[in-house]
């Protein structure tokens, strides 16, 4: 509980609050920095790489930054992100900024800009963005917001306990993002080994001489809905790094007319023949369950050819193989959408055992790899998440009183 010293007020009785200059950038120094939203990364701003522009001196006054300013995003993705400026260089701010300068003395800088981290903040900003025509979030509305102020003793030492405690916890999840991609290049340093360093019993071929590859069918977006019996693959079902995945709400189904030979069975192989997102050209997808899934355009169904010692199992890790997907991708055109062939797919050289069993060794252990790699991942992910509560739960204990 906040102790009766507490005030609460709003924002617009304690600062001031203004946009930003609108200004094109450049890069030569032709006037003071020009502060941009997207110069803003991670908390930070590196202001040897902030671009400049033009000012008239007497403008200077009007948007010159100064120690202790507070600049907002009021558009965009970003809406709502803030930073706090500190022991900044001759520098403006450009106009899809506010800037947030205070005006009571009775007020710690680094205590409003902790309360721009909060739970309440955020949904504010949500709320008050979500009713606004272009989704953004203006000076108006801004200077609305209510914020709790204890007197200037207890700022400074929440300050100081928020402080120490986010630099451990901003240590604490480098160390565990660290661990995440660690985990994560596991298994990818693994798959590339087995391509690399073959021993006995390996050929490399053209897939042409050991596969084909079957063009999906167009199927007539009238008869697309949310939901149904059959679902319709799209790259968008390919991780970049291989295997299917389900899209949530933005999952189409089929409900019209289905021609013979484009339901898939489970084990199936399919590559991505079109760069429907970055990374995906060249993915695969062993399908998951029969009579489910539509083999659709812009997927090829990888069919082996009779005698080829061939499992789907191990061509799907073959697929995946940094030089394959380089080669897949470099058979690509296209400016907008880059889309390859089966026959510029049948060019590009794989390596794999002629033995059966060995292909199956290999699969059994990715497969024994691949799952412990998602187990650390779980953990370093759920790490990640815990700090992040515990950021939160911080946050809310120091402006409710309970710190």
């Known amino acids: 509980m906040r102790s009766a010293a507490w005030e609460i007020k709003r924002l617009g009785e304690v600062s001031a609050i203004n946009y930003g200059y609108t200004e094109s950038a450049s890069t030569d120094p032709v006037g003071p920095r020009f502060l941009r939203i997207t110069d803003i990364q991670n908390d930070r701003v590196d202001w040897d790489t902030v671009p400049y522009c033009r000012l008239?001196?007497?403008?200077?006054?009007?948007?010159?930054l100064a120690n202790g300013d507070i600049?907002?995003?009021?558009?965009?993705?970003t809406t709502g992100k803030s930073f706090l400026v500190a022991d900044p260089p001759k520098a403006v701010f450009a106009s899809y900024l506010i800037r947030l300068r205070l005006i009571d003395k009775k007020l710690l800088p680094e205590f409003v800009s902790l309360f721009f981290q909060t739970a309440g903040y955020w949904k504010s900003i949500k709320d008050g963005a979500s009713g606004s025509a272009q989704g953004g979030?203006?000076?108006?509305?801004?200077?609305?917001?209510?914020?709790?102020?204890?007197?200037?003793?207890?700022?400074?030492?929440?300050?100081?306990?928020?402080?120490?405690?986010?630099?451990g916890i901003a240590t604490a999840k480098a160390n565990?993002?660290?661990?995440?991609?660690?985990?994560?290049?596991?298994?990818?340093?693994?798959?590339?080994?087995?391509?690399?360093?073959?021993?006995?019993?390996?050929?490399?071929?053209?897939?042409?001489?050991?596969?084909?590859?079957?063009?999906?069918?167009?199927?007539?977006?009238?008869?697309?809905t949310d939901g149904g019996d059959y679902v319709l693959l799209t790259p968008g079902n390919f991780y970049e790094s291989g295997g299917y995945r389900?899209?949530?709400?933005?999952?189409?189904?089929?409900?019209?007319?289905?021609?013979?030979?484009?339901?898939?069975?489970?084990?199936?192989?399919?590559?991505?023949?079109?760069?429907?997102?970055?990374?995906?050209?060249?993915?695969?997808?062993?399908?998951?369950?029969?009579d489910?899934?539509?083999?659709?355009?812009?997927?090829?169904?990888?069919?082996?050819?009779?005698?080829?010692?061939?499992?789907?199992?191990?061509?799907?890790?073959?697929?995946?193989?940094?030089?394959?997907?380089?080669?897949?991708?470099?058979?690509a055109s296209g400016v907008k959408v880059r889309h390859t062939s089966p026959t510029k797919i049948g060019e590009v050289a794989v390596s794999f055992p002629t033995s059966i069993p060995k292909q199956r060794a290999i699969v059994s252990t990715l497969t024994d790899l691949e799952a412990e790699t998602d187990r650390l991942a779980s953990i370093y992910q759920q790490k990640l998440a815990a700090l992040d509560e515990l950021k939160k739960s911080l946050l809310h204990q120091a402006f409710t009183g309970q710190l």
């Open 292 to 331: 489910k899934f539509l083999h659709n355009q812009r997927l090829g169904l990888v069919i082996k050819k009779p005698g080829v010692p061939w499992t789907n199992e191990f061509f799907f890790h073959a697929f995946n193989t940094r030089a394959v997907r380089k080669a897949i991708h470099d058979s």
């Open 246 to 290: 389900d899209r949530g709400e933005k999952q189409k189904y089929y409900s019209g007319e289905i021609p013979d030979g484009f339901v898939l069975s489970k084990g199936d192989l399919l590559v991505a023949m079109t760069e429907q997102a970055a990374g995906l050209l060249g993915s695969t997808v062993l399908i998951p369950e029969s």
């Open 71 to 77: 600049v907002f995003a009021r558009t965009g993705a």
């Open 137 to 167: 979030f203006n000076a108006t509305k801004l200077g609305e917001l209510s914020i709790p102020i204890p007197p200037l003793p207890e700022q400074r030492r929440i300050v100081g306990i928020l402080d120490e405690a986010f630099e």
């Open 56 to 64: 008239e001196a007497t403008d200077l006054p009007k948007y010159q």
């Open 176 to 224: 565990a993002e660290k661990n995440l991609q660690n985990a994560l290049a596991l298994f990818e340093s693994h798959l590339q080994s087995v391509f690399t360093q073959r021993g006995e019993g390996w050929e490399e071929k053209p897939l042409a001489d050991l596969c084909d590859i079957k063009h999906g069918f167009a199927f007539k977006s009238e008869f697309f």
